[in-house]
């Protein structure tokens, strides 16, 4: 399967203006995002999981303490503790900054493979991170944004077999 044209013939370096002012821009709307009351939840949690190992029940709660928990993000809190124990407050700020910043990389990068122009490369990534900064926080669906972003590269990416 043949390759798909550039829409334009624009320099490499308007390319790069694109791509560096979208990143600074997608990293600021990740970076100011820790309002959120369930990240100490998760940051607790992650802890108590290098200490005692996944719960099975309740270990936080006043009402349901013993009742049966389903910890399903216990990778992204211990992830998202040795972060915090690492490099503290500051760190999950600039964490979250960066899988913004990696995610709008990842939708900007697709476009220009795919042919389009850096402007709106950098259009469409800038509208998916708008998009998903109402939720971009510290958290850990923060990874499942980043693992779409990839599962969609990946996917798209990908020439149909068999046909020409």
Known sequence: MPKPQQVTSEPKVIRVLFLIFLLVL????????LSSHDTFW????????????????????????????????????????????????????????????LIAFLVYRFGAKKGASAAVSASVAMLAVAAMSYMMYARPHAFTFLFLALLCMILFDQSPRGRT
């Open 42 to 101: 998760h940051l607790k949690t992650g802890e108590y999981i290098l200490s005692h190992g996944i719960p099975q029940t309740d270990p936080f709660s006043f009402t349901a303490a013993g009742k049966h928990w389903v910890t399903h993000e216990w990778l992204a809190e211990v992830l998202l503790y040795l972060i915090y124990k690492v490099a503290g407050i500051a760190g999950l700020i600039a964490f979250n900054g960066a899988i913004s910043a």
């Open 26 to 33: 997608s990293f600021v709307i990740g970076f100011f995002k």
